[in-house]
């Protein structure tokens, strides 16, 4: 089987997305500090030697879920027992105060959780509306441009003021708190699990850049 390459578009979201993980591992790129790099198993093991604290054999995950169990269940008073990794967060979260409740998690945390959407219906037609206005640019400008500009308008305030979440359960939210806040998820924030670093960046990759899971491959080449 031929080994899997990165495309142009994919390299860039890479790229782009790395302040992301410089955030969440407590490290800094340098401008041209990754130009070696060559392999998507070269970036991973770069990205865990680069990581300057003790090496401890246990589950960030694991510790994200009982610091959010933990965090939950001290400021809202509900029974930690009560709380599993299969518990669903709209039944801890109506609907009518959920964006304050989170609110309050967050600063309980110490860190943003970023989990709201918009209705996926919102969405469509924002996007389909987007993509209308680029066609239009060719038949009317200035109406394309309108259209274009209110439906990305209309994107981030639809982000700024939805509440569906973007997870369902506790257990999917400790997994994203261990990916994009890996360092403030640990119960001990000076050291780090060296063996889970690919895999922690494998499932981050995948689910926030689309990326299919059976190419981020060792061996996958950046063009």
């Not at 965090?71 to 959920?98: E, M």
């Not at 509306?129 to 680029?134: G, K, P, R, V």
Request: one cysteine or more; proline letters at 2%; hydrophobic letters at 40%.
């Amino acid at each position: 089987m031929t080994d899997y390459v990165f495309r142009k578009g994919e390299i860039e979201d890479i790229n782009y997305f790395l302040v992301n993980v410089e955030k969440s591992f407590g490290i800094k790129f340098c401008k041209t500090e990754l130009d070696h790099i060559v392999t998507y198993g070269e970036l991973c093991d770069h990205i865990a030697n680069k990581i300057q604290l003790d090496h401890s054999e246990d589950c960030t995950t694991q510790q994200a879920f009982y610091k959010l169990r933990n965090a939950i269940s001290s400021k809202f008073g509900i029974d930690n027992k009560a709380i599993s990794a299969g518990t669903p967060l709209v039944g801890l979260f109506p609907r009518y105060n959920r964006r304050a409740k989170i609110t309050e998690l967050e600063r309980c945390l110490g860190f943003e959780l970023n989990i709201f959407r918009p209705p996926h219906l919102v969405n469509m037609a924002l996007l389909v509306l987007c993509l209308a206005s680029l066609v239009g640019l060719y038949f009317n400008w200035q109406i394309g441009v309108l259209g274009f500009f209110s439906s990305i308008g209309g994107l981030v305030i639809a982000y700024k003021i939805g509440i569906e979440f973007e997870v369902q359960t506790v257990g999917e939210l400790a997994k994203k708190m261990a990916r994009e806040n890996y360092l403030k998820s640990r119960r001990n924030s000076k050291t780090f699990n060296k063996n889970e670093i690919e895999k922690v960046l494998t499932d981050w990759f995948s689910s926030d850049l689309g990326l299919d899971k059976s190419k981020l491959k060792r061996e996958a080449k950046f063009a």
